[in-house]
Antibody, heavy 118, light 107 residues
């Protein structure tokens, strides 16, 4: 069974930092692009970042460019998102997803809530 | 960035109805268009990729069509489990972008 599970969410003050993790199982993690997406309360989906196999390429949405880092550990089958300078508008459920052929997100984690508030 | 315009924002329908959701992109994405279903409190689930390719396990009442800039998702004979929010997503280039969503509610 192909599974993704996020962790590391919680309450953070504006200006603070957070590192989200995503543990994968049930598929050959190292072969896939992996991505982070988020959904603010009551809002739609927003793609944030992705990373290629072997960490060769990374891409970021404008909203987090310059204050975030995506990384992966293929030996541990884990994906990470380091977010700095957090803002109130970063409050959302953050999802880890497998990026399959042609940019489709075909496996998702259940999501983790990040709340940025003083 | 490619802008996504999804309509309608919401619709009310009855079990057994056929409904169609539209998704328009600001530039051609060829067939790099995917559809997701999301139920409250759950992660999205991929229904259709490459505009019209049904994912394994997804009922055949879900039909995707279109290419270029105009796409649609048709759900024939709505079932109780189909009441949810649907999103289109372009994967032609980064940043990948999503439509605003269409919520299908029970009439």
């Amino acid at each position: 069974q192909e599974l993704l599970v996020e962790s590391g969410g919680g309450l953070v003050k504006p200006g603070g930092s957070l590192r989200l993790s995503c543990a994968a199982s049930g598929f050959s993690f190292s072969e896939y692009y992996m991505a982070w997406l988020r959904q603010a309360p009551g809002k739609g989906l927003e793609w944030l970042s992705d990373i290629s196999s072997a960490s060769t390429y990374t891409n970021f949405a404008h909203s987090i460019l310059g204050r975030s880092t995506i990384s992966r550990d293929d030996a541990e089958k884990s994906l990470y998102l380091q977010m700095n300078s957090l803002r109130v508008e970063d409050t959302a459920v953050y999802y880890c997803a497998r990026e399959g052929v042609a940019g489709r997100f075909d496996v998702w984690g259940p999501g983790v809530l990040v709340t940025v508030s003083s | 960035d490619i802008q996504m315009t999804q309509s309608p924002f919401s619709l009310s329908a009855s079990v057994g109805d056929t409904v169609t959701i539209s998704c328009r992109t600001s530039q051609s994405v060829s067939n790099y268009l995917n559809w997701y279903q999301q139920k409250p409190g759950k992660a999205p689930n991929l229904l259709i990729s490459a505009a019209s390719s049904l994912q394994s396990g997804v009922p055949s009442r879900f039909i995707g069509s279109g290419s270029g800039t105009d796409f649609s998702l048709t759900i024939s004979s709505l079932q109780p489990e189909d009441f949810a929010t649907y999103y289109c997503q372009q994967s032609f280039n980064v940043p990948f972008t999503f439509g605003g969503g269409t919520k299908i509610e029970i009439k």
